[in-house]
């Protein structure tokens, strides 16, 4: 089981995050940095999402709607990378960029948050915080369209 930390956390330095993998059936937790994008606002990992081959998809963004720069989705493999075990430095993985939702699709909401794949298409949701006239959408890429490798 993987775990996206939205943001730096446990003396991680500027700029990585943390991807944590979970055993149940042991109780450990072993860690891998991702090298999030640096730029105005706060920008994390909203969502991670696992593509099978050893291929995590990530949903990165910022928290800006006017000015927003950061929406956008990448790929890590984690195959051949040993993670470390908490308190040592984590390996970084290498992220390939997917999709830019801003420029290919004209994103513009500030909470992307969810991200699944259903049928083979991929549907990425906005969270509205439940607040009344907040935009509901769901953005749906057409499987026919090629995401990943």
Do not use: C
């Not at 330095?13 to 105005?40: C, E, M, N």
């Not at 969502?47 to 929406?71: C, F, M, P, Q």
């Not at 939702?101 to 509205?128: C, H, Q, R, S």
Request: avoid cysteine; proline fraction near 6%; charged fraction near 20%.
């Amino acid at each position: 089981m993987f775990v996206a930390f939205q943001g730096e956390w446990g003396g991680d330095p500027t700029g990585y995050l943390k991807i944590g993998q979970y055993t149940p059936a042991t109780g450990d937790w072993v860690f891998f940095h991702y090298p999030r994008s640096l730029g105005s606002g706060r920008v994390g990992l909203s969502e991670i999402t696992w593509a099978g081959d050893d291929t995590l998809v990530l949903l990165e963004r910022d928290n800006l709607v006017s000015g927003a720069w950061d929406k956008r989705l990448y790929a890590v493999s984690v195959a051949g990378v040993v993670p470390a075990p908490a308190g040592q430095t984590p390996p970084v993985l290498e992220r390939e960029l997917i999709r830019d939702f801003l420029t290919t699709d004209g994103w513009p909401y500030e909470k992307a948050e969810g991200v699944a794949f259903i049928d083979m298409d991929l549907v990425i949701t906005n969270d509205n915080d439940a607040i009344a006239g907040a935009p509901t959408q769901a953005l749906i890429i057409d499987k026919g369209e090629k995401l990943l490798r």
